[in-house]
């Protein structure tokens, strides 16, 4: 099971399988999930708040008309923020509620709001469960795509035997989880270099590049749908970032390297789309340079090291892939870069082409690889990662 970088709310309504959500809660979150629950007033009758709080690491949301909870976290927030919603236990009153739209307590809003997967797991009386209204209910709900998990048959609380127990939690989140599409990705670490660096002359100039860093930001977006853990190490651009991304804010090349160094032994896959400076001055002043001292000045540039080649040649399990700035001979350019850095995959890139360069919110690459070439059509950057993830996640698999 693998719910990494799932968002779960939990909506729990007033059964007496109310206690079993605890252990809903950390199934989910044992395997990767942030969970969130909603109370009903009736839940509360059956399992305090407080334990649900506790186990889910998460303040309980129990009130659509509560100014305060509104303002932390809405009901319009919570829905946008849910990839899953599961209701558990679901009573045949919550089954007609939700049947009918209503919208007069924070589960029913939510429900209506969302546009994230839901399940309900049913826990009622028997004859509550057979009865037509219900049936009927459900058969609407499943028409509107809502997943109804159970009832298991059993021995009832009440003494009844027969179908109206809630499914065991254990079964609820592994039939969840192989009910959602769990990305290609799931479960791996992929490190990016993106943005550019900043070499210091002194304190106030530097050499650096036209990277705008948006190809590095649109992987790392597409890495995070993909279902991996994403660290992101960036040169200074100011680009927002899924809060699901680890971000790493650094200057200089060596900076980089060293970042690098720190997350390369738990990686898996590791993309260099930065531009990174090839060369840094020789020498820092340590006070700003004063031009009445100078009337011509000469500094010397040193070579940085090659992160990517580095990557390639002392993590040897890891997938590394590069980028190749090109202006002129670009496949031919990226492919003696693929040989010479030892790499699994090279992106190759027309700088050139002001359509497609630094700044642009489009690009057009060639995916190439030791065996194969692929050519991925000028299209949106974030459409242009979603296929080299794609890709990787083949190759690796
Ligand atoms: N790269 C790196 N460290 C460097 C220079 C480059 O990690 N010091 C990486 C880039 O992130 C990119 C790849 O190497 O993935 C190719 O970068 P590019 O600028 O195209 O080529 P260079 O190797 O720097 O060679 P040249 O500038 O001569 O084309």
């Given at each position: 099971m693998n719910?990494?970088?799932?968002n779960i709310?939990?909506?729990?309504?007033?059964?007496i399988a109310a206690?079993?959500?605890?252990?809903?809660i950390r199934?989910?979150?044992k395997?990767?999930?942030?969970?969130?629950?909603?109370?009903?007033?009736s839940a509360k009758e059956?399992?305090?708040?407080?334990?649900?709080?506790?186990?889910?690491g998460?303040?309980i949301?129990?009130?659509?008309l509560?100014v305060k909870?509104?303002s932390?976290?809405?009901?319009?927030e919570l829905a946008?923020w849910?990839d899953?919603?599961?209701v558990?236990?679901?009573?045949?009153?919550?089954?007609a509620?939700?049947?009918?739209?209503r919208?007069?307590?924070l589960m029913?809003?939510?429900?209506l709001a969302?546009?994230?997967?839901?399940?309900?797991a049913?826990?009622m009386?028997?004859?509550?469960?057979?009865?037509?209204?219900t049936?009927e209910?459900?058969k609407?709900l499943?028409?509107?795509s809502i997943?109804?998990?159970?009832?298991?048959?059993?021995e009832?609380a009440?003494?009844?035997i027969?179908p109206?127990r809630m499914?065991?939690?254990?079964?609820?989140?592994?039939?969840?989880?192989?009910?959602?599409?769990?990305g290609?990705?799931?479960g791996k670490v992929i490190?990016?270099?993106?943005?550019p660096t900043r070499?210091?002359?002194d304190?106030?100039r530097?050499?650096s590049n036209?990277?705008s860093?948006k190809?590095?930001?649109?992987?790392a977006e597409?890495?995070?749908?993909?279902?991996?853990?994403v660290n992101?190490?960036?040169?200074p651009?100011?680009?927002?970032?899924n809060?699901s991304?680890?971000?790493y804010?650094i200057n200089?090349?060596?900076?980089?390297l060293?970042k690098?160094?720190?997350?390369?032994?738990n990686?898996?896959i590791?993309i260099?789309?930065?531009?990174?400076?090839d060369?840094?001055?020789?020498?820092y002043?340590e006070?700003?340079?004063k031009?009445e001292d100078?009337?011509?000045?000469?500094?010397?540039l040193?070579?940085?090291?090659d992160i990517?080649?580095?990557?390639?040649?002392?993590?040897?399990?890891?997938?590394?892939?590069?980028?190749a700035?090109?202006?002129k001979?670009?496949k031919e350019?990226?492919?003696?870069?693929?040989?010479?850095?030892?790499?699994?995959?090279?992106?190759?890139n027309?700088?050139?082409?002001k359509?497609i360069?630094?700044?642009?919110?489009?690009?057009?690459?060639?995916?190439?690889?030791?065996?194969?070439?692929i050519f991925l059509?000028?299209?949106k950057k974030?459409?242009?990662?979603?296929?080299?993830l794609k890709q990787i996640?083949?190759?690796i698999?």
């Open positions: 719910f990494l970088n799932k709310l939990l909506c729990v309504t007033g059964g206690y079993k959500s605890a252990e809903i199934l989910f979150k395997n990767g999930a942030d969970v969130r629950v909603v109370m009903t007033e059956f399992i305090t708040p407080l334990t649900l709080q506790a186990i889910s998460n303040e949301h129990d009130s659509l509560d909870a509104e932390a976290m809405g009901h319009i946008k849910a899953i919603i599961l558990a236990p679901c009573t045949a009153e919550t089954i509620k939700i049947t009918h739209g919208a007069n307590d029913g809003a939510i429900i969302s546009k994230a997967s839901v399940f309900i049913p826990a009386n028997m004859n509550m469960w057979l009865d037509q209204s049936q209910n459900c609407k499943s028409s509107r997943s109804i998990i159970g009832p298991a048959d059993g009832q009440c003494g009844d027969g109206g499914v065991d939690p254990e079964n609820i989140v592994e039939l969840i989880s192989s009910s959602i599409k769990i290609p990705l799931a490190t990016i270099t993106a943005g070499e210091q002359i304190p106030v530097f050499i036209n990277s860093g190809m590095g930001y649109a992987l597409a890495a995070i749908e993909s279902g991996a853990l992101l190490i960036s040169g651009v100011s680009i927002d970032t809060k991304v680890s971000l804010k200089s090349a060596n900076e980089m060293e690098v160094d720190e997350l390369m032994p990686t898996d590791f260099g789309c930065a531009a990174v400076s060369f840094k001055p020789s020498h002043y006070n700003k340079i031009k100078l009337n011509v000045i000469d500094i010397e040193e070579k940085n090291e990517l080649s580095h990557v390639a040649k002392v993590y040897k399990s890891s997938y590394v892939v590069g980028f700035a090109e202006t001979n670009v350019n990226a492919r003696k870069k693929l040989l010479n850095k030892n790499l699994n995959m090279i992106i190759s027309d700088v050139s082409d359509s360069g630094f700044d642009s919110d489009q690009n057009e690459v060639n995916l190439i690889t030791k065996s194969e070439s059509k000028k299209d974030i459409r242009i990662a979603r296929e080299i996640s083949l190759n698999n």
